[in-house]
């Protein structure tokens, strides 16, 4: 177990030890799939490292070790990248992050294998990935998650094949349906108004989607499932199989927010734990590679592995950056040496959302939220609400900000998200419950005596009308329209508030009453927007007809 947070310096309400791994029995529902061959890592099995140990030998990083041999060798260089191994680096950036950084900014040497036919330290690093997420197949990618989102679709859809997938997907799926010519079956997942967020799906949802398709002859390429969300809610990944895999429909999971599952049994149970045949993981969100470095994992034989190899090697860069490979094989050895890696930030976790739902004013997502039985919400997600002190999501995050220097994750029109890692302090959590505190103790009476804001946020993602194929909208002429003048027309192109990234309107899709109010909103409270060639969202981009 990690170190009791006791001790002088540790705030009286952050002093308890982390909690036994079963006593979060709201996600012990998720250790579902005890039949199948991947079971999660826990104490009283062999650690990862022992297991990796066993099978490859070693318990180093094979990249990390070749990379750092290679930098150091005593040679004169006549190949690219032009900094010449930082001889030539600019001195600014170099000054900033270190002349490491461009030492180690090696091209394909052939001591360092090559990223599209792997057979050295790559390969070596992918199959020890592969051991420690439980897939029988994994690699590493350059150009995120996004790609591996784009891989999967392009390799279990053929153009015309159906994609059955949630509405509120992330941009990366729309782009993989581009790609692909693939047509989407949305399913509209359950919305809470009052957060203004969107829940997963449900195996019901998806069986009734492939019997919709399968009576009107359809194709089904695949299933596409967002677990977690962006606020941690997970879908039922196990039944979702249940119902697919009968029909000999792959399941891919988007799980670029649950890269951690198998780290602890406190956790929800990992995509490929629950029997998915497809999972893509952004090894850089909770786990610690460098920004845009990825992995997709692979089990099975529904798709076919030289097929994703294939699409992968169409979607990445042919001179992949060997500082992101190479921190995704550190982030694998770091997590495979420390089985108790996470019981700190747990604990972290789970006593911040204890003071902060006693916070007036002040309330805390969680699975009670939804009419829906999803079986968890990611632990290390906080999300709280302080619409009870008629503040919006932007509002209490720019106080938090501007005030306090609290950086937050995601926020919305009604909701701030927090994320608690690796790297969490008790110092930072404590800030943070006493900078919401001080939040609460000021709004409370001031805004007490306010009439009640009236709650203008509707559901985007209800009553979609799709009147092209992405694709069919993407090659479609267009012409620029005024906002106020866009409704009833098909959509032209993706308008999308990042974060989280998930499309209010979709290129295809009717404007409608409510994506054209929700867009409104969103530009009156100056939201950054995705997608759209008018960042202002004072005109959108229609097709002409």
């Known amino acids: 177990m990690a170190r009791c947070l006791t001790g002088g310096r540790f705030p009286a309400f952050f002093s308890r030890c982390p909690p036994h791994k079963e006593s979060h029995t709201q996600h012990a529902v998720v250790q579902c799939g005890t039949s199948l061959s991947t079971p999660k890592i826990s104490e009283t099995e062999a650690s990862p490292a022992e297991s990796s140990a066993v099978i490859q030998g070693s318990g ?41 950084a461009f030492l180690h900014d090696l091209p394909e040497l052939p001591e360092l294998d090559d990223l599209f036919s792997p057979k050295g330290v790559i390969l070596d690093a992918q199959e020890r990935a592969a051991q420690l997420f439980g897939s029988s197949k994994t690699w590493f990618l350059v150009n995120g998650t996004t790609c591996g989102i784009q891989a999967s679709v392009m ?21 993989a349906l581009v790609l692909s010519g693939a047509v989407p079956k949305y399913i509209i997942p359950e919305y809470n108004s009052g957060w203004d967020i969107a829940g997963g799906i449900t195996p019901l949802q998806v069986e009734r989607a492939v019997k919709e398709l399968e009576e009107d ?15 941690g809610v997970c879908s039922n990944v196990e039944g979702i199989v249940s119902v697919c895999h009968p029909r000999g429909i792959p399941v891919i999971v988007d799980e670029a927010h649950g890269a951690h599952f198998r780290f602890h049994d406190s956790l929800p149970s990992t995509a490929i734990e629950q029997g998915a045949d497809m999972a893509v993981q952004s090894t850089h969100k909770v786990l610690c590679s460098l920004t845009q470095s990825s992995m997709l994992h692979l089990v099975g034989d529904l798709v076919n592995v030289d097929k994703v190899s294939q699409c992968l090697q169409v979607l990445q860069s042919s001179s992949p ?30 006593e911040t959302k204890e003071h902060l739902m006693i916070i007036p004013g002040i309330s805390v997502l969680d699975l009670p939220c939804f009419a829906s039985d999803f079986p968890a919400i990611d632990p290390l997600r906080i999300t709280l609400t302080a619409s009870d002190l008629q503040l919006s999501g932007y509002e209490a995050d720019d106080i938090l900000y501007e005030g306090h220097q609290i950086v937050s994750e995601l926020v919305g029109t009604r909701a701030v998200t927090f994320a608690v890692n690796l790297g969490t302090r008790v110092q930072d959590v404590e800030k943070l419950v006493q900078s919401v505190k001080h939040l609460s103790e000021k709004y409370f009476f001031t805004n007490s005596s306010k009439p009640l804001r009236e709650n203008i946020v509707c559901d985007p993602l209800d009553k979609i009308s799709m009147h092209l194929t992405p694709r069919e909208a993407f090659f479609t002429k267009k012409r620029r329209v005024r906002i106020e003048d866009s409704l009833g027309e098909i959509c032209g192109e993706l308008i999308c508030p990042y974060p ?3 499309p209010v309107l979709i290129p295809g899709e009717l404007v409608t009453h409510d994506s054209l109010s929700y867009m ?26």
């Not at 290679?70 to 006549?78: E, K, L, M, N």
Request: hydrophobic share 40%; glycine share 8%.
């Open 60 to 100: 180093t990083a094979p990249l990390v070790h070749a990379l750092q041999s290679t930098a150091s060798q005593d040679v004169s260089c006549f190949h690219f990248p032009g900094h010449n191994r930082g001889k030539a680096a600019p001195s600014s950036l170099s000054k900033l992050i270190g002349p490491g």
């Open 155 to 175: 390799a279990t859809c053929s153009p015309g094949d159906y994609l059955i997938v949630p509405r509120n997907c992330h941009i990366s799926v729309i782009s």
């Open 217 to 231: 002859g359809k194709r089904v390429g695949a299933v596409l499932v967002t677990s977690p969300t962006y606020h």
């Open 321 to 350: 950056s060997y500082l992101l490979l190479s921190s995704l094989d550190a982030a694998r050895d770091l997590v495979s040496k420390n089985a108790n890696i996470f019981d700190e930030p747990l604990a972290l976790a789970s």
């Open 500 to 502: 989280p990234g998930i």
């Open 520 to 545: 409104m909103n969103v530009r009156h409270q100056g939201i950054t927007i995705s997608g759209a060639a008018d960042a202002e969202l004072n005109s959108i981009l229609v097709c002409s007809l």
